[in-house]
């Protein structure tokens, strides 16, 4: 009859890295799932003015955004647009009743640019503006 001793056991103590991995990627799935994604309009070429007063501007399904950039170039959906083909949107918003719409102008853009994209807005009764400004919370 042959003892055995404990020195002598040869025991496995690797962990199962299959299950782990399940884990993981059920984690990661879980994890974007219940993450809501708020995708802003943004074009990262705009540098909006800084400003302390203000008020935050709601996430709206049917939002427009005009972004002007330093150069007068306006960007909707990513896209660069003409005066012309900006106005030909507006003109398809105006039909479908949408009467809203923000401006984020660039800083280092001409006023007069601004103004352009503005009474064209307004041209198509898209008078409910929103002039986007990046908000600096002053410390007390």
């Not at 049917?62 to 030909?88: M, P, T």
């Amino acid at each position: 009859m042959s003892r055995r001793t404990r020195w002598e056991e040869t025991e496995d103590f690797s962990i199962p890295q299959t299950p782990l991995i399940d884990i993981i990627f059920i984690l990661i799935i879980f994890f974007l799932v219940s993450t809501t994604f708020y995708t802003e309009e943004r074009d990262l070429k705009v540098k909006l003015p800084d400003g302390t007063e203000g008020n935050l501007i709601e996430k709206q399904d049917k939002h427009f955004v005009i972004n002007v950039r330093g150069n007068g170039i306006s960007v909707v959906n990513n896209e660069v647009l003409s005066l012309d083909a900006l106005e030909k949107q507006l003109i398809e918003r105006e039909k479908a009743g949408q009467h809203q719409a923000e401006i984020r102008g660039d800083t280092e853009t001409p006023h007069g640019k601004i103004m352009a994209v503005m009474n064209l807005c307004k041209k198509h009764n898209i008078g409910n503006l929103a002039i986007t400004q990046r908000i600096i919370r002053q410390q007390q």
